[in-house]
């Protein structure tokens, strides 16, 4: 059932679905802007994590070592005489 429109009519669809297209694409656009986003940020928050994890175990090493250090220097000290 094909319908004949004015001249007018056509031209006015054919304006509304150039305009109903951008706003889609435009919709799209932001839509992926923010999944992308979304994504940068997840995985920034992931390694800011791993790095802050890392930089406690490397910590914990550091004064485990030191306290190593400082053992060996007070066993290495002779025994005060009573």
Do not use: C, V, W
């Given at each position: 059932?094909?319908?004949?429109?004015?001249?007018?009519?056509?031209?006015?669809?054919?304006?509304?679905?150039?305009?109903?297209?951008?706003?889609?694409?435009?919709?799209?656009?932001?839509?992926?802007?923010?999944?992308?986003?979304?994504?940068?940020?997840?995985?920034?928050?992931?390694?800011?994590?791993?790095?802050?994890?890392?930089?406690?175990?490397?910590?914990?090493?550091?004064?485990?070592?030191?306290?190593?250090?400082?053992?060996a220097q007070v066993a290495s000290e002779p025994a005060?005489?009573?």
């Open positions: 059932m094909t319908e004949i429109y004015s001249k007018s009519r056509q031209q006015a669809e054919i304006a509304f679905g150039k305009e109903q297209s951008q706003f889609f694409a435009k919709a799209r656009a932001a839509e992926e802007q923010d999944s992308i986003a979304m994504a940068r940020n997840e995985k920034t928050s992931r390694l800011r994590e791993a790095r802050l994890a890392k930089e406690s175990m490397a910590g914990t090493s550091q004064s485990h070592a030191g306290e190593d250090k400082a053992d005060p005489k009573a």
